[in-house]
Each structure stands twice: as C-alpha cells, then as structure tokens.
C-alpha cells in the first residue's frame, strides 16, 4: 500500500493559498496577507488582537493616562483662553481693551462687554434702572467663565506662559483628565474665594486662579515623587509677592487658587494605590460640594 504524498498547508484564512509559516502563538498556517511581524516570528491577525486587548494601557504614577505627555488639554486651555480674548476685544471694538488700563503700570487692558458679562461680580445694584445682577442674583456661571477672560493682553500672556510652563508637567504626570480636574477646581476654588472675600461689586478675572493652583500641586506632586522642588518655591514667592505688592490684583482669587489646588494635588497625589480612582474621585466631589457650600451661604449673607 502506497503512501499519500504529503500535503501543503493552506493559509487558515485564505485557503487557496499555500505557506509553511506558522503563527508563533496558534501554531495556524499564515500566508504573507496574514502575517503580523511578533517579537520572535509572525502571529496571525487574531492572535495579534487579543494580544493587545491583555496588555494594559500605560499609566503615569497617579492613575492618568499616558496620553497626557502630549499636552493636549494644556493646548487646548491656551486655545480656549485666546480665542475667548478675541472674542473679547472684537466685542469691545479694540481700544483700550488691549491696553491701558490699570494695574502694572497701566499695562492691563480695559474692560469688554465679555468680561462684564462673565466676570466674578458678587452684587450689583439696579445701573441705569437694569436688573440687579451678579453672582449673588443668580448669575453663577460667573465663577466658571471668569477662568477664561482676561483684562488686556498683557494679562493674557503673562497666564497663558505659566500655563503653558507648568501645563505640560503636569499633565504628563497625572494624565489628561486628572491635570484638567485639577485646572478646573483650582480655577473655581480661586473664583468662589473672590466671591466670599472681595467687595460685591469688585469685578475679578483671569486664569490666575488656576495657575496659582498650578504652581501649589507642582509643589506637591514634585514632593510626592521625591524630585527637587528648589526651583519652584522661588518663582511661587515671587508670584505671591507680586500678588500682593501690584494693585488691581484679586488676592483672595490668587490665595484661594492656590489653595485649593494644593487640596486637589494631595488628594491626587496621595490617593491609596488599590482604590487610587475611586479616592480620587470621591476627594474631587467633596471639594466641589465644599466650594457649592461657601458660595449657597455667601449668597445668603449678600440678599439676606
């Protein structure tokens, strides 16, 4: 009895064609349409894909992703905040908008029709028989809005280079959403702070609040990763000094951002490594519901 002669392999997915390469990993026959280059041969398709559904995605140290190295919400939050300047200085016809008015020696810009209508403003009386407005009368997107508009360009650029400094840090440290909750809640720690501290009828604008907020949880994060933090005590002092010795600047947005952005850091920073997302998120909350109590009983105390 004569033997069969033996059979090539066909391809388990194209079974017209013929090939004596094997997956690495299923053992199945692959033609060259079929073969993914492996670390030690060819996989098939399917293997390749599973492999990558098992392979968890990178994460920084805090929980981000690893996305963040990119600095896209960094870019974005300066994209937002030029925009809305244009915006402002379109509304405003130019002028004065851009500079000349008061603060740094005359440096910062005026204000627009954008920033009265989105900046901090706690009480405003009845102006030229028109509604009373503000925060207190219910206009509370203005603790959030007012992070994103700025007096003059002067203003701009100054926030916009600290945010791009300090931006890309941390958002390659912690990951995109976790950097963009930290800008967020130390913009609008600083921002209710102006609310609670500052005359009802003081206007107060600027990512400045953020920043602030930026400069503390740099601190910690750095502290937290055992890295060197002589550089960045220095530039906060300056900062504050500024804060305080420059007329025209909110100090109660500038220490409030501070803040609770060091509040935010610790939380972030410190978060118990087998619950890290949960703790995170839990801290985030508190600290929102924290700010939504100071500013229900501010505006108690301005209309009671």
């Not at 996305?67 to 509304?91: D, E, K």
């Not at 440096?107 to 028109?130: E, I």
């Not at 002589?230 to 803040?259: C, D, E, M, W, Y």
Request: charged fraction near 10%; glycine fraction near 14%.
């Amino acid at each position: 009895m004569s033997e069969s002669p033996p059979t090539t392999p066909v391809c388990y997915r194209h079974p017209g064609r013929e090939t004596w390469v094997r997956c690495t990993r299923c053992d199945r026959p692959i033609c060259p349409d079929c073969m993914r280059e492996a670390s030690v041969g060819h996989q098939c398709p399917e293997c390749v894909s599973e492999g990558r559904r098992s392979v968890r995605p990178a994460r920084t140290a805090f929980g981000g992703g690893a996305a963040g190295r990119a600095g896209y919400v960094t870019r974005t939050l300066i994209g937002i905040n030029v925009l809305v300047m244009l915006i402002s200085v379109a509304l405003a016809g130019g002028g004065n908008s851009l500079a000349g008015g008061s603060g740094l020696g005359g440096l910062l810009g005026g204000g627009t029709p954008l920033t009265r209508w989105g900046s901090v403003l706690g009480y405003a009386p009845y102006v030229n028989f028109g509604p009373v407005h503000g925060v207190a009368a219910g206009e509370y997107y203005r603790l959030f809005t007012a992070m994103f508009l700025h007096y003059g360009i002067v203003h701009l650029l100054l926030n916009m280079w600290a945010l791009w400094m300090l931006g890309r840090t941390l958002e390659a440290t912690l990951g995109p959403l976790r950097f963009l909750a930290l800008y967020l809640v130390a913009g609008l720690g600083g921002n209710v702070a102006a609310y609670l501290f500052s005359a009802p009828n003081a206007q107060t604008v600027g990512a400045s609040t953020a920043i602030f907020g930026l400069f503390a949880a740099l601190f910690i994060i750095m502290r937290r990763l055992g890295r060197d933090t002589s550089a960045v005590v220095p530039v906060l002092v300056v900062n504050l000094v500024f804060t305080f010795a420059v007329p025209g600047i909110s100090i109660a947005g500038h220490l409030g951002g501070l803040v609770l952005g060091a509040l935010m850091a610790l939380v972030l920073a410190y978060a118990p490594r087998m619950r890290r997302s949960v703790f995170q998120s839990a801290g985030t909350a508190v600290l929102l519901v924290a700010l939504i109590g100071l500013t229900v009983l501010r505006t108690a105390l301005l209309i009671g």
